[in-house]
C-alpha cells in the first residue's frame, strides 16, 4: 500500500505534490513517516493541512514507524541495564569471581554495541531524509532533519563501549561538519553526507 502514489491513496493535487516533491516527500509511506513541522517548512503547506494527509496516508495502510523518542527511551534503558550489569561484575571481581565478571563484562559490551547499532541505522534512515534536501537545496528542512540526526550521534557516544569510543568520536566530528556545511549552504555539503552516512554504517556493524 505504501507504493501508492500520493495522488490515489491521499487525494493530493498535482501542485501540492510538487511542494511536497521539493521537500523530499514523494510516496504515501514517506508522508507517513514524515515530521509535519519540516515538510510545512519545506513545502510551504500549512501543517493542520499535512497533519492530514498524514491521517488519510496511515488509514490506507503505511503506518509511520515506531517514535524515535520512544526509540531513543529503548536505548536508554539498555544503557541503564548495561550499568547494573557492569557494577554488579565489579563486585564479582571483588569476590574473587574473575572468569563469570568476564563473561559477564563481553555480554554487557554487546548489549552496548546493540544499543549503538539501533542508534546508527535510526540516523543512517533521517540522514537519507536529509540528502534529499540537501540535494534540493531546502536548507530550512536539512537544518531540522540535521538535528534528529545529531541525536542520534550523541546516544552513540553515551553508549558507546571503550573499544567503539574511538570511531564513535569521529562520526561526532563529521556531524560537526555536515552542520558546519549546511548551515554555511556549502556546495561540498552532498560530500560530507556520504562521509558521515559511511561512518554511522560502521558503527552499525557489529562483530
Same mark, same amino acid.
Given at each position: 500500500?505504501?507504493?501508492?502514489?500520493?495522488?490515489?491513496?491521499v487525494g493530493?493535487?498535482?501542485?501540492?505534490?510538487e511542494a511536497?516533491?521539493?521537500?523530499?516527500?514523494?510516496?504515501?509511506?514517506?508522508?507517513?513517516?514524515?515530521?509535519?513541522?519540516?515538510?510545512?517548512?519545506?513545502?510551504?503547506?500549512?501543517?493542520?493541512?499535512?497533519?492530514?494527509?498524514?491521517?488519510?496516508?496511515?488509514?490506507?495502510?503505511? +503506518? *509511520?514507524?515506531?517514535?524515535? =523518542? /520512544?526509540?531513543?527511551?529503548?536505548?536508554? #534503558?539498555?544503557?541503564? !541495564?548495561? @550499568?547494573?550489569?557492569?557494577?554488579?561484575?565489579?563486585?564479582?571481581?571483588?569476590?574473587?569471581?574473575?572468569? +563469570? *565478571?568476564?563473561?559477564?563484562? =563481553? /555480554?554487557?559490551?554487546?548489549?552496548?554495541? #546493540?544499543?549503538?547499532? !539501533?542508534? @546508527?541505522?535510526?540516523?543512517?534512515?533521517?540522514?537519507?531524509?536529509?540528502?534529499?534536501?540537501?540535494?534540493?537545496?531546502?536548507?530550512?528542512?536539512?537544518?531540522?532533519?540535521?538535528?534528529?540526526?545529531?541525536?542520534?550521534?550523541?546516544?552513540?557516544?553515551?553508549?558507546?563501549?571503550?573499544?567503539?569510543?574511538?570511531?564513535?568520536?569521529?562520526?561526532?566530528?563529521?556531524?560537526?561538519?555536515?552542520?558546519?556545511?549546511?548551515?554555511?549552504?556549502?556546495?561540498?555539503?552532498?560530500?560530507?553526507?556520504?562521509?558521515?552516512?559511511?561512518?554511522?554504517?560502521?558503527?552499525?556493524?557489529?562483530?
Open positions: 500500500m505504501s507504493e501508492r502514489s500520493l495522488s490515489d491513496a493530493i493535487d498535482a501542485s501540492a505534490l511536497l516533491g521539493r521537500a523530499g516527500v514523494r510516496t504515501v509511506r514517506e508522508l507517513a513517516d514524515a515530521d509535519p513541522d519540516a515538510v510545512a517548512m519545506a513545502s510551504g503547506i500549512p501543517v493542520e493541512r499535512i497533519r492530514d494527509w498524514q491521517q488519510r496516508a496511515r488509514r490506507t495502510g503505511a +503506518k *509511520a514507524g515506531p517514535s524515535p =523518542v /520512544a526509540k531513543g527511551w529503548l536505548v536508554g #534503558a539498555i544503557g541503564v !541495564v548495561v @550499568a547494573i550489569i557492569l557494577g554488579w561484575a565489579l563486585i564479582a571481581i571483588g569476590s574473587g569471581k574473575i572468569r +563469570k *565478571a568476564d563473561e559477564i563484562r =563481553v /555480554a554487557a559490551e554487546h548489549k552496548l554495541d #546493540a544499543a549503538v547499532s !539501533v542508534a @546508527a541505522e535510526d540516523g543512517m534512515t533521517e540522514l537519507r531524509q536529509a540528502r534529499l534536501s540537501v540535494n534540493n537545496r531546502n536548507w530550512g528542512s536539512a537544518q531540522t532533519t540535521m538535528m534528529k540526526v545529531d541525536g542520534r550521534v550523541r546516544l552513540i557516544q553515551q553508549v558507546a563501549s571503550e573499544r567503539r569510543k574511538k570511531d564513535a568520536e569521529e562520526v561526532r566530528q563529521l556531524m560537526d561538519d555536515l552542520l558546519e556545511a549546511v548551515s554555511a549552504q556549502s556546495a561540498d555539503a552532498s560530500q560530507k553526507v556520504d562521509a558521515l552516512e559511511a561512518a554511522l554504517d560502521k558503527m552499525r556493524e557489529t562483530e
